[in-house]
Each structure stands twice: as structure tokens, then as C-alpha cells.
């Protein structure tokens, strides 16, 4: 374990408490430097992004290896906590998933995503999801760090598991499990509704997460009714890749440069990886 990635885990811990988490993704050391030279308290990692920068899509075809390989460069690119997404464990048994937390806390992460999504599709049992937290928290202790803040992520609202008016209900059973095995805070992508968020973060006994993007709330939005961390996914990756697109084509269209322009100057970047 790195000399400070104790004392990591620990501020990343308690920046859950009080204000609001704003936690960017990145999917690369290059894109988590400029995240952190923007002034970011601490960085999550994108599994999509990871994924595309590989040659991958998004959804569970990382390795455990590739995935832990981008963790510890990213990690080792910046003075910030990292969370790591580490998607479903890579793998369904509980070894697998304690097999991955015990990767990335050696490539220095302060904290895991790990999602009850099952790669052919499909939810983890409660029961199951619940003993797969539990590795990922034992694993952690192993490790030297029972610090580690685990993001327990729910697909319920994502993937529009069952009838709309039961999906509350499914969420708040997980939530109660997953507390129960460890878990530090509820991560709910697909839920943007503020009104419904309210609902849970009242009923949740873990702080809720939630993914956000163009066209959500805003973070003081989110805010307002006691969401407690807010990330953005593979937005920025989707952005930049973005740029990239638009960029060529104006090259090959017009032979103009006006999509290039407002990026941070070469020095700038060149100057973050001393």
C-alpha cells in the first residue's frame, strides 16, 4: 500500500459527510491530471471510458487486469483520492470480487463502485449481492484498508427493473442489504427525479448517489433534497471523444481549427506530468 493512501481513504471518507461530493470520471492518468488541475477533490474512474480508451465497450468486457492497470495510473497521476468503478467484480463469486478490491487497493484506490448488475443481464439476488459487499469489505481489511469507501450501485432505475411504482421499494430492500454488508452509500444511476429522490434519500439508511449529465439537475438541485454524491459517469469521456469527432470532421470539411480552440495550452498539460 502507498505511504498515504491511508490518509486518502480517509479524507475520501469524509467528504461523504457534510457538503456535497463532486466527484469527476476519468479514464485515463492524462484526463484525471487536467481533472485535478481544474480543481477536483477527489476522482472516480468510468468504466466506459476505460473501456473505449482500450478498445473495449462499455458493459463488463474489461479484464480485472486492464482495469487495475488504468486504476494505478491514474492513481499514481495525481494527489487526490481515487474511487475505482469496478463494474460488477469481474466475476459473480464473492473471491472474484475480493479478488479485484485487494487489485485496486493495491494500485492505490480510496474506493470502489461495485454494481448488482449480472454481465448477460439481469440483477444479483439481494442475498448474493449482499455477500459479494461483504468480500469487497473483508477483502479491503485484508488489505491494510478498512478505509475504503464502497459505493454499492444499484441498477434498478437503470436498467427499469419491474413496474415504475415498485422500483422504491427494490431499491430500499438493497439498500437495507447492502448497509447490512458493509456497503458505505447508495449509488442509483437512472435516478434523476428530485421528487423521488427526496423519497429515498428520507427512506435510505446509506447516503444516496446518483449519476448525472446534460439534462439532469444541477448539483445544487441534487443538493436540495440531500443527495450526498454526484457524478457524471462517461460524460466527459463522451465529450472529449466528442470533440475528437467534431474536430476531425471540421479538419476534413472545412480545413479550419475552430473546434481546437479554448483547450488548456501544451505547456499547461505538459507541465502536470513533471
Known amino acids: 500500500m502507498k505511504s498515504d493512501q491511508k490518509s486518502k481513504a480517509q479524507s475520501f471518507r469524509a467528504m461523504h459527510d457534510g457538503r456535497m461530493l463532486v466527484l469527476p470520471n476519468a479514464w485515463d492518468a492524462g484526463s484525471a491530471a487536467l481533472i485535478q488541475h481544474a480543481g477536483a477533490t477527489a476522482i472516480g474512474t468510468t468504466s466506459g471510458g476505460v473501456a473505449w480508451s482500450l478498445g473495449h465497450g462499455d458493459g463488463q468486457r474489461l479484464t480485472r487486469e486492464e482495469m487495475v492497470e488504468v486504476v494505478r495510473r491514474i492513481a499514481g497521476a495525481v494527489d487526490v483520492p481515487v474511487t475505482a468503478d469496478i463494474e460488477g467484480g469481474y466475476g459473480p463469486e464473492p473471491g472474484d470480487v475480493a479478488a479485484t478490491v485487494t487489485a485496486v487497493v493495491d494500485a492505490g484506490a480510496a474506493g470502489v463502485n461495485i454494481e448488482d448488475s449480472r454481465p448477460e443481464g439481469g440483477l444479483f439476488e439481494i442475498a448474493d449481492q449482499a455477500e459479494r459487499l461483504r468480500a469487497a469489505r473483508t477483502a479491503a481489511e485484508q488489505a491494510g484498508l478498512p478505509e475504503l469507501v464502497i459505493n454499492a ?122
Open 153 to 274: 450501485r444499484t441498477d434498478v432505475y437503470l436498467l427499469q427493473v419491474g413496474e415504475p411504482d415498485g422500483r422504491m421499494d427494490q431499491v430500499l430492500a438493497r439498500a437495507a442489504g447492502y448497509a447490512s454488508a458493509g456497503a458505505d452509500s447508495l449509488f442509483v444511476p437512472g435516478l434523476i427525479d428530485l421528487e423521488v429522490l427526496r423519497a429515498l434519500v428520507a427512506a435510505s439508511p446509506l447516503p444516496v448517489a446518483v449519476m448525472a449529465g446534460p439534462g439532469a439537475p444541477s448539483v445544487p438541485e441534487f443538493e436540495s433534497v440531500g443527495v450526498r454524491r454526484v457524478s457524471v459517469g462517461t460524460a466527459m469521456a463522451q465529450a472529449a471523444f466528442g470533440l475528437a469527432h467534431r474536430s476531425t470532421a471540421e479538419l476534413l470539411t472545412k480545413g479550419t481549427y475552430g473546434e481546437l480552440a479554448d483547450a488548456p495550452d501544451y505547456f499547461t498539460i505538459n507541465g502536470l506530468f513533471g
